[in-house]
């Protein structure tokens, strides 16, 4: 599994990303602590606990755990895991929801989350990326999965946008390492960088 993470202030962004894929038949819900699926009952049930700790800008944690395309979790295998996650993060005392995606050739869901807990309380986000890894890690062998390479790992070896831009544009068809070292070059100056754009 790779786990990709998002903090900030856009609990509504997020949300209401994930609930388009639902009402496209490309997401389901898995779980939640909400009352309601609605935009606006969650969102006024997160205000209600925002109030505990009104001067937090980034109270949002969104996560998404991506599986290997040849493990197709069922419904309930990927919620005990996403259960477990939460826990294991420390997030069981707080405001989740949780999505199944099938919009791409992976398996994989999104995890929303309320850094403020139900008695005020803010978890710390010091080091959460280490311990996500360290989590997904253990996870992997608590239930027999896929041990993967680390999520850091994984994006540093994933071709960019950018360099996918770049290799278009120039039409290479060199490795990685070449590449990023090729769009480096060209894009040091910010009228570089604009050129570059511009002719796309």
Partial sequence: MTGDQVKGKGFRGALNYNLEKVNKGVAKWLD??????????????????RVLRPNLAK?????????????NLKDDQMLTIAK????????????????????ADH????????????????LSDSKDYQRSEQIIRKLEKQYG????????????RAMTKNELEMMKHTDETICKNEVAGHYKKHTKSKANRRAIYQST
């Fill in 32 to 49: 939640t602590s909400f009352a309601q699926h609605d935009e606006r009952t969650i969102m006024d049930e997160v205000k209600m606990i």
């Fill in 84 to 103: 477990d996650y939460l826990e294991a993060m420390g997030f069981d005392q707080h405001q989740y929801a949780i999505f199944r995606h099938f919009d």
């Fill in 107 to 122: 398996p994989h869901m999104h995890i929303l989350v309320n850094r403020i807990g139900y008695d005020g309380t803010v």
């Fill in 145 to 156: 999965l896929t041990e993967v390479i680390s999520s850091r790992q994984a994006k540093e």
């Fill in 59 to 71: 109270y949002f944690y969104h996560t998404s755990v991506n599986f290997p395309p040849h493990e």
